[in-house]
C-alpha cells in the first residue's frame, strides 16, 4: 500500500512549490500597496486551497490534506490554548492595576539626558508584563514620539529605540502569543523556551542599549513632559488604589519560571493572583473576575492613550490570533504534506552538518517566510515543521529550535513593509518602516549575534540540559527541555553517539 502510494505522488517542481506562496505574497503586497485594511486570515486561507490545488496536481487527495493540516493544528493545540489563557492574565492584570503601575513607574525614571536607553529598557520590562509588543507601540510607543519629537530626535532613531525594547519585551514574555507559538510549534516547554532566549535575546538588547546610551549621551535635548505626565495622571485618576504593591503580580511570571511550573497551570494561576489583587486593591467583585478573564477590562478616563492601554485583555480577545494561528499552521502542514517547502527549501538541510548550520538555515528560512509570506506566525511555524527532526538528529534541545525560531522571526517581521507587523508598526508611529529599519538595533543585533556565537560552538543547548557557554565550553548537569517522549529519546541516543565519536577521534590523536 505504500509503494503504491509513492508511486502515484510526486514532488512539486519549483514553480509549482512556488504558486501557494506566490498568491499568498500577491494579496498580501496588494493589500499593502492599495491599503485595502484586511487581516491576514482570509488570504491565508486562500493560500491554502492553492496549495491544495498544487497537492491534487501532485496525486494527493482532499482527505490526505485535509489530515495534514489538521495534525498540524493538533500539534499547536498546547499554545492555543495558552494563548486563550494569556488572555484572561492579561485581563485580571489590567483590572487590578498591575500593568497600569508598570507604566506609571517607569515614566516616573525617565530623565533626559538618558531618554533613549531608559525609554527602551521600560518599554523592555512593559512589553514583558503585556506580552504584547502591539500594545506597548500603541500606549508608550506613541507618549515616547511626542517626547522624542519635543527634543528634535530623528522620528525613525525613536521609532527604533522603541520597537527594540518593546520586541524584546514581547520576545521574552511569557503572555506573548508568538513566544508560546514558538514554544508549542518546537513543541518544548514554554518556560523551557524562555530561559533558552537569556542566552541571546538579553546580550543583544544590552548592547542596543549601549548604542542608545552614546547617542543620547553625544546629544542634547529638551524636555517636554507633558503628555507623560498626564497618561500618568490619568491611570491615578482611574484606579482607586495605586501603589508598588500592585507590581508583585509581576514578579509572579518570574516565580512561577524558576519553579518550572506548566505553562497551562501557570498561567492560571498568575491570572487567579491578578483577580485575588483585583478583590483586594480594586474592589472588584467574583463577578467582575469572571467578566475579566472573559471580555477583559473597559475604562472611560478621559484620555485617549490612557484608554489604550487599559482597554485589553480577556480570552476574546485571543480569537484574532488564535483564528490566525489556526489557518497559518493548517497553511503549514499542507505545504509540508505536498512537498512544497521541501522542494523549495530541502537542499539547505541535506547539507546541514553542524550545530552552526542548523541555526544559520533555521534564522534564514524563519526570514524568507516572513518575507514572503508575511506573518510571523508562519515564519514560526513553517520553519519548526521542517527542521525539528534534524534538530533531534544532532543531539539539541527544542527550546535550542525554539529559541533560534525567535531569533530569526519574531524580530524580523517588523522590519519588513508588507508584513502584518511592519504595517502596523509603521502606522501607529507614524515612520516608514525603511525610516526606522537602520535604528531597530535589538531586531538587527539579535539574530547576527545568535549566528556568530554559534559559528565558534557558543551558547548551544543540547537534549539532555547540557549546554556551551559563550565561549563554546560545554556545561553538564542542566535539565533537560521540554520535548516530545520519542523526539527527546532519539536526540539522546543521538548526542551519545556524537560525543562518543568525538571521543573516539581525539583517543585517537
Not at 517636554?224 to 509581576?250: E, G, K, R, T
Request: overall charge neutral; hydrophobic content about 50%; proline content about 5%.
Amino acid at each position: 500500500m505504500e509503494k503504491e502510494q509513492r508511486t502515484k505522488t510526486r514532488l512539486p517542481g519549483k514553480i509549482e512549490a512556488l504558486v501557494p506562496i506566490a498568491v499568498l505574497l500577491a494579496i498580501m503586497i496588494s493589500n499593502y500597496v492599495f491599503d485595502w485594511g484586511q487581516d491576514p486570515h482570509i488570504p491565508v486561507l486562500i493560500a491554502c486551497a492553492a496549495a491544495m490545488i498544487v497537492g491534487w496536481r501532485c496525486g494527493y487527495n482532499y482527505k490526505e490534506m485535509l489530515a495534514a493540516a489538521l495534525d498540524a493544528v493538533n500539534q499547536s493545540l498546547e499554545a492555543i490554548i495558552i494563548i486563550l489563557c494569556v488572555g484572561c492574565l492579561i485581563g485580571s492584570f489590567e483590572w487590578c492595576g498591575t500593568i497600569p503601575a508598570v507604566v506609571y513607574y517607569g515614566l516616573k525614571c525617565i530623565t533626559p539626558g538618558m531618554f533613549l536607553p531608559l525609554a527602551c529598557i521600560l518599554c523592555a520590562i512593559v512589553g514583558i508584563a503585556l506580552g504584547s509588543a502591539w500594545t506597548v507601540v500603541a500606549t508608550l510607543g506613541i507618549a515616547f514620539m511626542a517626547i522624542g519629537d519635543t527634543m528634535g530626535l530623528n522620528p525613525g532613531l525613536v521609532a527604533g529605540m522603541i520597537l527594540s525594547g518593546a520586541c524584546c519585551g514581547d520576545k521574552f514574555s511569557p503572555l506573548s502569543d508568538s513566544t508560546n507559538l514558538a514554544a508549542g510549534s518546537a513543541q518544548t516547554g514554554l518556560f523551557d523556551h524562555v530561559r533558552a532566549m537569556v542566552t541571546t535575546t538579553f546580550p543583544s538588547l544590552v548592547i542596543a542599549i549601549v548604542i542608545y546610551t552614546i547617542i543620547s549621551l553625544r546629544g542634547s535635548a529638551s524636555y517636554d513632559p507633558q503628555m507623560a505626565n498626564d497618561l500618568s495622571q490619568a491611570i491615578v485618576d482611574h484606579y482607586a488604589y495605586m501603589s508598588p504593591i500592585l507590581l508583585l503580580p509581576v514578579l509572579f511570571i518570574i516565580v512561577v519560571a524558576l519553579l518550572k511550573i506548566p505553562a497551562i497551570p501557570g498561567v492560571l494561576l498568575i491570572s487567579t493572583i491578578g483577580c485575588i489583587f483585583a478583590v483586594i486593591f480594586q474592589g472588584a467583585s467574583f463577578s467582575d473576575c469572571i467578566t475579566m478573564a472573559h471580555y477583559g477590562y473597559s475604562a472611560e478616563t478621559g484620555n485617549a492613550l490612557c484608554d489604550t492601554l487599559l482597554n485589553r485583555g480577556g480570552m476574546n480577545s485571543m480569537l484574532w490570533t488564535n483564528n490566525l494561528v489556526i489557518i497559518a499552521v493548517g497553511f503549514g502542514g499542507i505545504l509540508q504534506k505536498i512537498g512544497a517547502v521541501e522542494s523549495l527549501l530541502g537542499g539547505l538541510i541535506k547539507k546541514v552538518r553542524t550545530p552552526f548550520q542548523l541555526i544559520v538555515v533555521t534564522i534564514l528560512t524563519s526570514m524568507f517566510c516572513i518575507t514572503t509570506m508575511c506573518d510571523q506566525y508562519l515564519g514560526l511555524i513553517i520553519p519548526s515543521s521542517m527542521y525539528k527532526e534534524k534538530y533531534d538528529e544532532m543531539g539539541l534541545g527544542r527550546n535550542m529550535l525554539s529559541r533560534t525560531l525567535e531569533d530569526g522571526g519574531t524580530l524580523w517581521s517588523p522590519l519588513i513593509p508588507w508584513s502584518s507587523c511592519g504595517a502596523y508598526h509603521s502606522s501607529i508611529l507614524g515612520v516608514s518602516t525603511f525610516g526606522y529599519l537602520p535604528f531597530c538595533f535589538m531586531n538587527i543585533i539579535n539574530p547576527i549575534y545568535a549566528i556568530i556565537t554559534a559559528s565558534w560552538g557558543g551558547n548551544i543547548l543540547y537534549a539532555d540540559g547540557s549546554r556551551t557557554n559563550l565561549l563554546g565550553r560545554l556545561k553538564t548537569g542542566g535539565t533537560p527541555a521540554g520535548a516530545p517522549d520519542d523526539a527527546h529519546e532519539r536526540a539522546i541516543a543521538a548526542l551519545a553517539r556524537i560525543r562518543a565519536g568525538a571521543s573516539a577521534k581525539e583517543a585517537k590523536k
